[in-house]
Nanobody, 117 residues
Framework: QVQLVESGGGSVQPGGSLSLSCTASGSRISLYAMGWYRQAPGKQRELVAVKTSSLTTNYADSVKGRFTISGDNAKNTVYLQMRALKPEDTAVYYC???????????WGQGTQVTVSS
């Protein structure tokens, strides 16, 4: 069983920055990708950014140029650096880890990000 532990998040004014981190732990972990999703009240969960083990990255159009995903494959850790935050970035951010077997998908507990003046 894989467990994801997230940290970071919080409240910030528009234009500010925040960082999130997520570490996967468990026995015999072999992950294909790790990433971040978010869910705002009344909306569906959506992709924010994802990074594969080969370092390929993909971003939602709404965060391109403002958010940066990075990570350490050896430590099964992924980071999300968020800058120039907007009120519409307010959401619960979830870490997701994906194994090489498509059926192996793991979610973190979520961390709140609030952007407000």
């Amino acid at each position: 069983q894989v467990q994801l532990v997230e940290s970071g998040g919080g409240s910030v004014q528009p234009g500010g920055s925040l960082s999130l981190s997520c570490t996967a732990s468990g026995s015999r972990i072999s992950l294909y990708a790790m990433g971040w999703y978010r869910q705002a009240p009344g909306k569906q969960r959506e992709l924010v950014a994802v990074k594969t083990s080969s370092l390929t990255t993909n971003y939602a159009d709404s965060v391109k140029g403002r958010f940066t995903i990075s990570g350490d494959n050896a430590k099964n850790t992924v980071y999300l650096q968020m800058r120039a935050l907007k009120p519409e970035d307010t959401a619960v951010y979830y870490c997701k880890a994906m194994g090489w077997d498509p059926s192996l998908v793991y979610w973190g507990q979520g961390t709140q990000v609030t952007v407000s003046s």
